[in-house]
């Protein structure tokens, strides 16, 4: 198992991850677009199980993890875990010096899993979903 930056050839799986993981999943251009981001990362064994990406937030100092998520097959095996920590070490060679994330507001669940991630609540976004409001929650790193 590794992780690596995502290839155009790994994008109809991660389409299926994001499919299986969000109400409102991201089409696959969004993900075709974010392919140059260095922070663009898959987990795989022999396949796409997992992905994450995270780029520079408007502060410059802050990190933004726009999206991170498991096939359903293979969740509760640590590897959102993994993920994250990989995103956050490599933001750190980067100089960042804060990681910022939103989260839906009724996903407590993901809310859970950040807080044991070192992540705190800093606000919330009304409105920020179609469908719900958004908690943003943020790391020192």
Known sequence: MMIRRALISD???IVEIEDCSFKVPWPDFLFKAHLSNPGFLVYEDDRVLGYAIVSASDDKRKAHLQSIAVHRDYRRQGIA???????????????FNKMMLEVRENNTAAQLFYSKNGFIVEGKIDGYYLDDNAIVMCREI
Do not use: F, R
Request: hydrophobic share 45%; aromatic share 12%; net charge negative.
């Open 11 to 13: 994008i109809p799986e």
């Open 81 to 95: 875990s993994k993920l994250l920590e990989w995103c956050i070490d490599l933001v750190k060679l980067y100089g």
